[in-house]
Structures are given as structure tokens and as C-alpha cells.
Nanobody, 119 residues
Framework: QVQLVESGGGLVQPGGSLRLSCAGS????????MGWYRQAPGKQRELVAT???????TYADSVKGRFTISGDSALYAIDLQMNSLKPEDTAVYYC?????????????WGQGTQVTVSS
């Protein structure tokens, strides 16, 4: 019913930049929170950044100052600008959407896009 599609992943050298995009479609009629999460091999999925319908943003400490989330969650379209990338940023990055005031478990996930930071 709700589909999220990520794009923009790829291979980049340390210190480089990538911009990820997420577009949602389907029946979404409530205010929502959208965000980016990532999962590295052998690790649990973790928060990267979120954005509310009001434009308020949150970031994981590990990406503050390097990553910027933007877009309009009301239009189901967000981006993640990633600068000064490090090898430890290597992961599958997932777009997520949930209704405002509901837990992450009730939301929707995209299929993920691979980001690899390596020389």
C-alpha cells in the first residue's frame, strides 16, 4: 500500500560525497515522519537522520556535521546529503516513513540502497 524507493547509492572514496533520495507513493493521509536508517554487515539497523512535517531534524551523533537530511515528508520525498564520508559509513541505507506519534515498528521501509566508502 505504501512504497518507498531509494536511489543514489554507490561507491565513493573516503572524504567524498553522495546524495541519497527517497520517494514515497501510496495511500498516505496522515502527518508523517520520514528518515534514513542504515545497516552494516553484522550490525543492527540504526538511525541516521529523521525529519518531521514541521521540518525539525534529528541526527545520529556519528553523522552530525557531515550529513544533512532535507525534503518534505508531507510530499513523501526526502534526501540525504552525505559529505566527508568515512569507511565506517559503509552500509545499506534505508528510507523509512511512519505516522506522526507512532513507533518505528508501525512504519514502512524502502528496499535499501548500498553505500560503500572505500579506496
Amino acid at each position: 500500500q505504501v512504497q518507498l524507493v531509494e536511489s543514489g547509492g554507490g561507491l565513493v572514496q573516503p572524504g567524498g560525497s553522495l546524495r541519497l533520495s527517497c520517494a514515497g507513493s501510496g495511500s498516505i493521509f496522515r502527518p508523517n515522519v520520514m528518515g534514513w536508517y542504515r545497516q552494516a554487515p553484522g550490525k543492527q539497523r540504526e538511525l541516521v537522520a529523521t525529519i518531521t512535517p514541521h521540518g525539525a531534524t534529528t541526527y545520529a551523533d556519528s553523522v552530525k556535521g557531515r550529513f544533512t537530511i532535507s525534503g518534505d515528508s508531507a510530499l513523501y520525498a526526502i534526501d540525504l546529503q552525505m559529505n566527508s564520508l568515512k569507511p565506517e559509513d559503509t552500509a545499506v541505507y534505508y528510507c523509512h516513513l511512519r505516522f506522526l506519534g507512532t513507533p518505528i515498528e508501525s512504519g514502512y521501509w524502502g528496499q535499501g540502497t548500498q553505500v560503500t566508502v572505500s579506496s
